[in-house]
């Protein structure tokens, strides 16, 4: 049985987690999970994600509807790093795009890939 206990947490206790599509591979978000979030996104498939600023848990979605829904969990070779594959519904990143990578670095000059989602 996975135990969230034998993953390297930094020392606050938290561990970046990347959410991918499951379906197209594409790359959503990164966030952070401390044991508890990652206790929690097992147990109710739910992602649940730890906030540095607010010092809370914060399931994907609660607010904004655009929920995230666990199909695989993998660990890193170092065992400090997670990959979430999920089910999105609707856009991932808070400034309701698709994904939160959307600005490439071209030539020295940052350029946005994406339009919001209206």
Not at 43 to 54: H, N
Request: glycine share 8%; hydrophobic share 40%.
């Amino acid at each position: 049985m996975f135990d969230p206990a034998t993953l390297r947490y930094d020392d606050r206790g938290l561990i970046p987690a990347i959410a991918q599509d499951a379906g197209s591979g594409e790359v959503l978000m990164m966030a952070w999970m401390n044991a508890d979030a990652v206790a929690r996104t097992l147990a109710d498939g739910g992602v649940t994600y730890w906030s540095r600023s607010r010092q809370a848990f914060w399931t994907k979605g609660e607010t904004s509807g655009h929920t995230q829904r666990l199909v695989e969990m993998r660990v890193d070779c170092d065992r400090d790093c997670l990959l979430l594959l999920v089910e999105q519904t609707g856009p991932a990143c808070h400034t309701n795009r698709r994904s939160c990578f959307y600005t490439a670095v071209r030539d020295g000059a940052e350029v946005e890939l994406s339009k919001p989602i209206i």
